[in-house]
């Protein structure tokens, strides 16, 4: 027998990509390329499969769910695509088989046995203690007698947290992430809060992480991180989440905890930062940096040119596509990498009338309750708008 390439099952995917493409160019309605505001062109070297990683002007000129992105092959025909969005599974929980807690000269003694043999990135200690700094001292062992130093820290001080539980955080996966250019547009401190108003740059992102830059060396902070939104005639702040950030730094040795993680796509440009001080001084914060998730769109070129990947269309609907069900196997398929060019006008854009959503036929009405009426002769050869004037006082119309 034969061993069967490598490629085989690329090949395979490819074929079946390039049937369901055809097969979904043949069946798309016809759509008008000028109602799309932007575009930026895909140069495709050769046919196969694209990946596409979406620039952040593209997110921004595009609605929030991307349902008007639409790509335009050498015909002027619609390519069907695929949106992956990259994201890391967040970690799980997993509460600890046993949980013991002593305090032995001076310090407190947790010992926890996992009941599992998977990788645990963290623990998290439950206490009813509303406010503490303390360093710890990490130790793991397999049998409970020989113990290996895993992490460690000075103490900071001496009094006693009582300690109720734990859980066990075992590792979420890895997602490729962006650098994301972040300006602090305002600050304001007052009533024990550090306020920061934050330009991420562009809308429709999906944020992974905030990270605060300060020389302070001795602090711990609760930050809560919200948007502005408008809700009727007013402008209410909507919570996404809320961290801890801490610095200790003592003879020497210094740890910190400066990330915040968000993981959620911010619709808007401007994200809010809300430091709790409560007495202590505010924070001297030099900058915020951020990093993004990828969001790549992926498609099959049946031959070689220039693509265009059309956005900026408020009324449209998402495309159905079928390449949604070859979304898991898209994932880590080989793909030419293309880049998009800058977002341009398109010269041809047509803007939509403002009531091209509105019937030309009003609903019936009732002219019982009137009491003035004026007959108007309107030619049946002639159709389209009419503006209707008068110069009678409308108590001279005849009546009803």
């Given at each position: 027998m034969?061993?069967?390439p490598?490629?085989?099952?690329?090949?395979?995917?490819?074929?079946?990509?390039?049937?369901?493409?055809?097969l979904?160019?043949?069946?798309?309605?016809?759509?008008?390329?000028?109602?799309?505001?932007?575009?930026?062109m895909?140069?495709?070297?050769?046919?196969?499969?694209?990946?596409?990683?979406?620039?952040?002007?593209?997110?921004?000129?595009a609605?929030?769910?991307?349902?008007?992105?639409?790509?335009v092959?050498?015909?002027?025909n619609?390519v069907?695509?695929?949106?992956?969005?990259?994201?890391?599974?967040?970690?799980?929980m997993?509460?600890?088989?046993?949980?013991?807690?002593t305090?032995?000269?001076?310090?407190?003694r947790?010992?926890?046995?996992?009941?599992?043999?998977a990788?645990?990135?963290?623990?998290?200690?439950?206490?009813?203690?509303?406010?503490?700094?303390?360093?710890?001292?990490?130790e793991?062992?397999?049998?409970?007698?020989?113990?290996?130093?895993?992490?460690?820290?000075?103490?900071?001080?001496?009094e006693?947290?009582?300690?109720?539980?734990?859980?066990l955080?075992?590792?979420r996966?890895?997602?490729?992430?962006?650098?994301?250019?972040?300006t602090?547009?305002?600050?304001?401190?007052?009533?024990?809060?550090?306020?920061?108003?934050?330009d991420?740059?562009?809308?429709?992102?999906?944020?992974?992480?905030?990270?605060?830059?300060?020389?302070e060396?001795?602090?711990?902070?609760?930050?809560?991180?919200?948007?502005?939104?408008?809700?009727?005639?007013?402008?209410?702040?909507?919570?996404?989440?809320?961290?801890?950030?801490?610095?200790?730094?003592?003879?020497?040795r210094?740890?910190a905890?400066?990330?915040?993680?968000?993981?959620?796509?911010?619709?808007?440009?401007?994200?809010?930062?809300?430091?709790?001080?409560?007495?202590?001084?505010?924070l001297?914060?030099?900058?915020?940096?951020g990093?993004?998730?990828?969001?790549?769109?992926?498609f099959?070129?049946?031959e070689?040119g220039?693509?265009s990947?059309?956005?900026?269309?408020?009324?449209?609907?998402?495309?159905?596509?079928?390449?949604?069900?070859?979304?898991?196997?898209?994932?880590n398929?080989?793909?030419?990498?293309?880049?998009?060019?800058?977002?341009?006008p398109?010269?041809?854009?047509?803007a939509?009338?403002?009531?091209?959503?509105?019937?030309?036929?009003?609903?019936?009405?009732?002219?019982?309750?009137?009491?003035?009426?004026?007959?108007?002769?309107?030619?049946?050869?002639?159709?389209?708008?009419?503006?209707f004037?008068?110069?009678?006082?409308?108590?001279?119309?005849r009546?009803?």
């Amino acid at each position: 027998m034969k061993p069967k390439p490598r490629f085989h099952r690329h090949r395979k995917l490819c074929g079946l990509i390039a049937c369901i493409t055809l097969l979904c160019g043949t069946s798309l309605l016809a759509f008008e390329p000028n109602e799309w505001r932007q575009t930026q062109m895909l140069n495709v070297p050769a046919p196969g499969l694209v990946r596409v990683n979406l620039p952040a002007a593209t997110l921004n000129a595009a609605q929030p769910g991307l349902e008007d992105l639409r790509i335009v092959d050498t015909a002027g025909n619609q390519v069907p695509y695929l949106i992956e969005r990259l994201a890391p599974h967040p970690e799980s929980m997993l509460r600890p088989k046993e949980f013991r807690s002593t305090i032995e000269a001076g310090a407190t003694r947790l010992i926890l046995e996992t009941g599992t043999t998977a990788p645990i990135a963290g623990v998290s200690l439950e206490t009813p203690a509303s406010q503490f700094v303390k360093a710890v001292q990490v130790e793991g062992s397999h049998n409970g007698a020989n113990w290996k130093k895993l992490a460690a820290g000075e103490p900071i001080f001496q009094e006693p947290v009582p300690f109720t539980g734990a859980q066990l955080h075992r590792p979420r996966s890895a997602a490729p992430a962006e650098t994301l250019p972040i300006t602090i547009k305002s600050r304001d401190d007052s009533l024990g809060v550090t306020r920061l108003a934050l330009d991420l740059g562009a809308a429709n992102l999906t944020v992974a992480s905030l990270r605060i830059d300060t020389g302070e060396p001795l602090f711990t902070r609760t930050v809560t991180l919200a948007v502005p939104e408008i809700a009727g005639d007013d402008i209410r702040e909507r919570t996404l989440g809320e961290a801890a950030v801490y610095r200790v730094s003592v003879d020497g040795r210094s740890e910190a905890r400066l990330d915040i993680p968000i993981e959620q796509q911010i619709h808007a440009r401007e994200l809010l930062l809300l430091i709790r001080n409560q007495d202590s001084p505010p924070l001297s914060i030099s900058a915020v940096h951020g990093d993004r998730r990828l969001v790549r769109l992926i498609f099959f070129a049946h031959e070689p040119g220039h693509y265009s990947l059309l956005s900026g269309n408020d009324q449209c609907t998402a495309p159905r596509y079928d390449l949604s069900a070859l979304s898991e196997q898209l994932k880590n398929a080989a793909a030419m990498e293309v880049e998009p060019s800058s977002l341009a006008p398109k010269p041809k854009y047509k803007a939509p009338e403002a009531l091209a959503a509105l019937s030309l036929t009003g609903a019936k009405i009732d002219i019982a309750k009137w009491k003035f009426r004026k007959p108007v002769s309107v030619s049946s050869a002639r159709s389209g708008r009419f503006r209707f004037f008068s110069n009678e006082h409308p108590y001279r119309a005849r009546s009803s």
